[in-house]
């Protein structure tokens, strides 16, 4: 079997380095949290410890706030973007997935123009109402980070299926009587749907996992990156901090896994 | 022509969003450039905060596009071939490694980098090179250049084009290197561009593995945000923009090529 | 020409359709010229053109899937419907690709019309289950779109226009995706089911052999306006110019000098020697390859054979009557020619068009 030899040289560079760089460590990674003084209890630190299981809730939510409110700003631009020609369309396509090659660290500044002690907004409510409003540290600051950050990705993966669309779907559709609102819930986003779940995944996983901006904006929030960098740098319990990397890990894997896994079976119609 | 309420309010919706991605863009570019920012305009402008990020962080350009390129090249000698032979083997098998390689796409890039801070942080050599960033930055783009070559691969007819150049009597490494290689192109190219721009902006994971000796430019921008007054930041920042805004063209311009080829 | 005669007995439904002065322009581009059409209830109308010609917009309008360039051009059963959109104006629409839902199963394509009427669950089952009965799709009620064919496609996406009892019924080349065998097959059926309904229709198609076996009336279109409207048998046989004529069928044409009533041309050997009559003149004489029989005594033509192609039960025979002068036969194919052997022949008198010829 000649082929099947070249086969293994081929996937032998890639074979070597995930194992030496991403299984070995992962693996590692597992014990360290395993090595705790709780020993394997330390694997559920995340659930039992009030303090790191408030941190989960608040970085939960937050994403899953980030994720519906990407997904509903996200669906709507692409529908207007799509099946739509104007002078400039290209330009704008391009402003609005410019932020793309932006870390996390850049989207932070840029909530921090926005909305910092020196930001557009508090410079406008100080002019017209006296007073500067500032948000970019808190909570609400780090959910428009993460939405600067996803909206660019996840409206190129739905504008993607919404070009794809048919317009005589909607024409047929409409000469059957429906309305815009039907329309949107009988065909468009079931159409949309499994591009809808990929960005919405991707956008979740992101959320959580985020570090850049939240490094940049939540000196006073404990998202759950923040957590793990504190307990590994500051506490230095490098087990603790092992520990909720993996549950972290599990978790946003997890989402992508179940996204993949419907957008399928949607696909395929099942 | 009547235009329906709701095409209004997807209009309205599109161009905020559109000002909220792109008005601090504008206001970074403005406040790197302009004497004083808390003043306004009537301070003037100047390249003075530009040449002080030179001074102060030059290392870190230079450091960052370094990494870029080795990240590059190593990504293209182990993702290429990986690719190939996924694509090549097919089924459940390649499913499987095709998952496990990709994982660091899902897992987030703190995880990653205390799993290799854990392993490898004993080997001090190792630890303290700018090789320990790059591996970091590997990690993390491959999946996206193995992606980009198995995009093309699945639209291309591979196997009538290896079987020919086999009955021709060429073998299998250079029916790779003639035939296989030269029709993958368009996937290497944006999986190129995508793995620099990526590296060049990566900091989960490099905040991280970096040492003092070993900072690239996110991290120094970091650093910038933290401890900087806002003009060095803004004006760091600029030079970030400057970096990869050629990268987001080309890339554009390749999706762009690659569209009009398959209309064609 | 055509195959079926309106079913007497089939009660006539749906609305009369009529335009006046109907136009659409995009972008200062004229694509439909101000057009008068009056379509009775109950008539299948065939809009028959190449693309690009205005038909596909003309219907669209009727539609209302574009807005006319002014108001009051379009009315249904001399109500006007310029000012309802598609949504309210109650027309049943078939489109090339279908357009039919694929998070639907057949059957729920079919209903979706009665359900945004809010019609009543088992009033709705029993008119999909009858629709569906009545295109032959009753066994694949439950399947996804994905899981029928392309002919299957057709006949639900026809169910579910015919579902809501449309005002009148569009369609837009609804068989221009299917191949050809199946495309044969499913004109006839849909002409049937057209006619067995009794539905005004409107019918849109570049295929000359569509039109011909679906229309009661054919309106060929060019430029943006209709050339010529009239049954297929006129359009096929008087058509009202040379565009008419090449689009809908193969035209021999002869140009020349009318002396004496007679057009004549000279060849080696061959010639052409029409009675058409008249004054004299310089004069386009056409007809249709069918026109022409073999002679055995003074034929009124003598051309040299080039080439023969069969057609089965005919043979197409090109023939010149002088260089560069061809003309098409249709004859029998029981007949055998070999090139270079002279043919003559008698055309049917009835079968003679003169075109008006520009000075």
Known sequence: ?270 | MRIRWTTCAGIVITALLTLFLIVPVLLSVYAGLTVNYARGISAGFTLDWVRQVWGLYSDTVLRSLVVALLTLILTLLIGVPGAYALVRRGGRFARIVEEIVTLPVAIPGLALALAMILLYGGFGAFRQSTLFVVIGHVLFTLPFMMRSVIAILETIDWRTLDEGAASLGSPAWRRFVDVILPNVRPGIVAGALTVVTLSIGEFNLTWMMHTPMTKTLPVGLADAYASMRLEIASAYTLVFLVMVIPLLVGVQAVADLSEKRTKS | MNAHTANPTAARRGSSITTRRLSKTFNGVTVLQPTDLEIPAGEILVLLGPSGCGKTTLLRLIAGLEQPDGPDMIRFDGEDVGGVPIEKRNVGMVFQSYALFPNMTVAENVAYGLKIRRIGRAQREAETRRLLALVGMDEYADRRISAISGGQRQRTALARALAIKPRVLLLDEPLAALDAVLRERLRVEIGLLLREFGITAVYVTHDQAEAMAIGDRIAVMQRGRIAQIGAPQTIYHRPANDFVADFVGTMNRLEGRVAGGVLAIEGDGTHARLDVGGPDRTAAICFRPEAARLSAGEAAVAARVVASTFFGATQRLVAEVAPGRRLQLDLSSSLSFTPGQIVAFDIDPQAIIEFQQEA
Request: positive net charge; glycine residues 10%.
């Open chain 1, 1 to 270: 079997m000649r082929s099947r030899h070249f086969d293994l040289l081929l996937i032998l560079p890639a074979a070597i380095f995930t194992l030496a760089f991403l299984i070995l460590p992962l693996a590692r990674l597992t014990l360290e949290a395993g090595s705790g003084p709780g020993g394997l209890a330390g694997f559920f630190v995340i659930l039992t410890e009030a303090r790191f299981r408030n941190s989960l809730i608040v970085t939960l939510v937050l994403a899953i706030v980030t994720t519906v409110a990407t997904l509903a700003v996200a669906t709507v631009a692409a529908q207007t973007l799509a099946h739509r020609k104007f002078p400039g369309r290209g330009l704008l396509l391009s402003m609005l997935t410019f932020p793309l090659a932006f870390p996390g660290v850049v989207v932070g500044f840029m909530i921090i123009l926005f909305g910092g002690r020196l930001g557009l907004v508090g410079s406008v409510t100080k002019s017209l109402i006296g007073t500067n409003v500032v948000f970019a540290y808190s909570l609400f600051g780090l959910f428009l980070g993460y939405l600067y950050f996803s909206v660019p990705r996840v409206l190129l993966t739905i504008l993607a299926a919404a070009e794809k669309l048919d317009p005589s779907l909607v024409e047929a559709a409409r000469s059957l009587g429906a309305g815009p609102v039907a329309i949107q819930r009988d065909v468009v986003l079931p159409a949309l749907f499994p591009a809808m779940y990929t960005g919405g995944a991707l956008c979740f996983a992101t959320a959580m996992g985020a570090f850049g901006t939240a490094f940049t904006l939540a000196t006073n929030i404990d998202v759950v990156p923040m957590l793990i960098y504190t307990e590994f740098t500051l506490a230095t319990n490098a087990s603790m901090a092992a520990a909720i990397s993996i549950a972290l890990g599990l978790i946003t894997w997890a989402a992508l896994v179940v996204a993949r896994s419907r957008a399928m079976r949607d696909v395929n119609g099942g």
